[in-house]
């Protein structure tokens, strides 16, 4: 009964992160909302800029619990400039916790808030933030033949019209690779053989749509595109074998040691234009991100394992920048509840900000 009590509050470690992230949604929304009304009349870009501010505090109470809480070690390799810029993220795609890392990478530029994302076309029906996201400039996507490609276009010239900063976030395979799915990995592999592509073990073969029409689009307003690769240590299990990535859960509950995280920031001259030889460009990246990650997990010298090649640094978050974000917005709901009139504003903000928020994604994308 003891080990079981001790097993239970080791898997509760995430509970407090958790309600705090999701509590305070309501609080966020509540007040991106007044400043959306209030700001209905000035200028696109001056709405953006505080936007951006807002959003930069949420994520940098996110970013408290992901790094500062879990006391994670973030690894990187590669080049990471110092000053934001306009960029396109792309990565590989293996958990949920690849989301957070674009965060991670992004306030070391002092460029969190503006971070977006290209995301799968369900992903718009989450409670209050599927909303958010998209009024973010965020753009939802479906897969195949389904993509609207007029859509996204129109959506990025509107963010580049209001000189938005992009951040954009794209993971070009389109869903996660996970060892535990071997068909999807399988199904993949053919379709690369199939197409005359190298055959890639670690990564799932691109797709290019999305990254096309995001670079081509933008091409005169990106500074550069950023080729990241992530690696979680601890995700080989005791044969050898690749296990799955770390969840939110998992990440929260202090299972991943290190995140090891390369950058290979790119020109967009060194890019193609055509999609056929984009596409061929693509996959290539993925072919380099491939032996990155066979080297990350299968090195024959136990030595070179569990590291990248190359120099590395050890980056830690300070406190300053997560901390007065966590106070703030804890303290703000935390004064919401302790009054009925502050709780009942609360429910109907999860109840009524879920349903208008799915009502404006089904009309408008």
Not at 16 to 38: I, K
Not at 146 to 158: D, G, I, P, S, V
Not at 182 to 198: H, M, N, R, T
Not at 216 to 231: E, I, N, P, W
Request: glycine share 6%; charged share 25%; aromatic share 12%.
């Amino acid at each position: 009964m003891l080990l079981s009590l001790v097993l239970h509050t080791y898997s509760m470690r995430y509970v407090l992160p958790a309600a705090v992230m999701m509590g305070t949604a309501p609080t966020y929304v509540l007040a991106w909302g007044a400043w959306r009304l209030l700001s209905a009349v000035l200028p696109a870009r001056f709405y953006r800029e505080v936007d951006d501010r807002l959003y930069t505090i949420y994520q940098s109470m996110v970013l408290f619990f992901f790094e500062n809480y879990t006391g994670v070690q973030v690894i990187i390799y590669g080049d990471l400039p110092k000053n934001k810029e306009n960029v396109i993220y792309l990565s590989n795609h293996q958990c949920t916790v690849d989301w957070i890392i674009a965060d991670m990478l992004a306030i070391r530029q002092n460029a969190l808030g503006h971070v977006r994302y290209v995301l799968k076309d369900g992903l718009k029906w989450l409670p209050l933030y599927g909303w958010y996201f998209s009024q973010h400039g965020g753009v939802y996507v479906k897969r195949s033949a389904k993509f609207n490609e007029k859509e996204m276009r129109e959506k990025l010239r509107a963010q580049m019209k209001a000189e938005t900063p992009m951040y954009l976030v794209i993971f070009p395979e389109g869903t996660r690779y996970n060892p535990e799915i071997p068909k999807v990995i399988a199904d993949s592999q053919s379709f690369a053989e199939k197409e005359g592509l190298a055959i890639l073990k670690h990564v799932l073969t691109p797709r290019v749509k999305a990254t096309h029409v995001a670079i081509d689009s933008m091409k005169d307003y990106l500074d550069a595109v950023y080729d990241v690769t992530v690696a979680y240590e601890g995700t080989v299990d005791h044969k050898g074998q690749r296990k799955l990535a770390p969840s939110m859960t998992e990440f929260l509950c202090k299972e991943c040691p290190r995140v090891h995280i390369f950058i290979d920031r790119i020109d967009l001259k060194d890019i193609p234009e055509e999609q056929m030889y984009m596409r061929r460009w693509l996959h290539e990246r993925f072919e380099i991100k491939d032996k990155l990650l066979i080297e990350f997990y299968d090195a024959k010298d136990s030595k070179r394992r569990n590291k990248f090649p190359g120099k590395s640094v050890h980056s830690k978050l300070s406190l300053k920048k997560t901390l007065p974000s966590l106070l703030f917005l804890g303290g703000l709901t935390a004064s919401m509840l302790l009054t009925e009139s502050g709780r009942k504003l609360y429910v109907k903000t999860w109840i009524y900000g879920t349903l208008i928020g799915c009502l404006w994604v089904s009309i408008k994308p």
